[in-house]
């Protein structure tokens, strides 16, 4: 769990965070999950969670792009770009997740496909 599983470059600040998200989420499954699908969750789970993961990984490549001395964002001649990084990307889906809609639509995708 967390960041031993997702292995997250520290510079996003996310691993400690993940073990938390990774823990909360699993436990709302499980709520809505049977007792005798314990498999079925994990899988459900693992598949949601890692949609979450993959775009934190791009997050953290881009913000580490960002920061690099002389990166050029933007195609100019090679002046750094010093822009906010909240005046082009909106991070509440890094910060205010909402867990129990993530959980609902994992459980919904699985029952419409006739899990």
């Known amino acids: 769990m967390g960041d031993a599983a997702h292995a997250i470059p520290p510079s996003s600040g996310q691993g400690a965070n993940q073990v938390l998200e990774d823990s909360y989420t699993y436990a709302l499954l499980r709520g809505q999950c049977t007792p005798d699908s314990p498999g079925n969750a994990l899988r ?3 598949d949601g969670r ?3 993961i993959d ?6 490549e881009e913000m580490n792009r960002r920061r690099m001395t002389g990166c050029v964002a933007d195609g100019s001649k090679g002046e ?5 990084i909240t005046e082009y990307l909106d991070l ?5 997740p909402d ?3 993530m959980v609902h639509d ?8 006739g899990e």
Do not use: G, H, I
Request: net charge positive; charged share 30%.
């Open 44 to 46: 459900r789970w693992k």
């Open 106 to 113: 994992w459980v919904q995708v699985n029952l419409s496909s």
């Open 80 to 84: 750094p770009v010093m822009t906010k």
């Open 55 to 60: 775009r934190l990984l791009r997050f953290a």
């Open 92 to 96: 509440d889906w890094v910060f205010k």
């Open 50 to 52: 890692q949609e979450r």
């Open 99 to 101: 867990y129990r809609a």
